[in-house]
């Protein structure tokens, strides 16, 4: 299994990126998938959810109405649309597999990403 993430970099302040999360090494489409991220000196936390056929998407509240979640299973990649980027958002975002006993047992290795004018 192997997850790579890709598109961090730097935005200002009210601006835009598009993370990707190319998958790996098992069924894509079998698996419900998240985003992640963890700030300096803070927790890892959950950003963003979505189910095994996209149908289903859950977002942190910090991010409602910002960030969209959406994946592709012809491509096996999952996306994060980060838009009205705020200072706060900066952090290693990383993608996981999410499995139904609620656990996440494989990472990406995280891209970064810097909010700042």
């Known amino acids: 299994v192997q997850l790579v993430e890709s598109g961090g970099g730097l935005a200002q302040p009210g601006g835009s990126l598009r993370l990707s999360c190319a998958a790996s090494?098992?069924?894509?489409?079998?698996?419900?998938m998240s985003w992640h991220r963890q700030a300096p000196g803070k927790e890892r936390e959950l950003v963003a959810y979505?189910?095994?056929?996209?149908?289903?998407?859950k977002l942190a509240d910090s991010v409602k109405g910002r960030f969209t979640i959406s994946r592709d299973n012809a491509k096996n990649i999952v996306y994060l649309e980060m838009n009205s980027l705020k200072p706060e958002d900066t952090a290693v975002y990383y993608c996981?597999?999410?499995?139904?006993?609620?656990?996440?047992?494989?990472w990406g290795q995280g891209t970064q990403v810097s909010v700042s004018s």
């Open positions: 979505i189910s095994i056929g996209g149908g289903s998407t």
């Open positions: 996981a597999r999410y499995l139904r006993t609620g656990r996440y047992d494989y």
């Open positions: 090494g098992f069924t894509f489409s079998s698996y419900d």
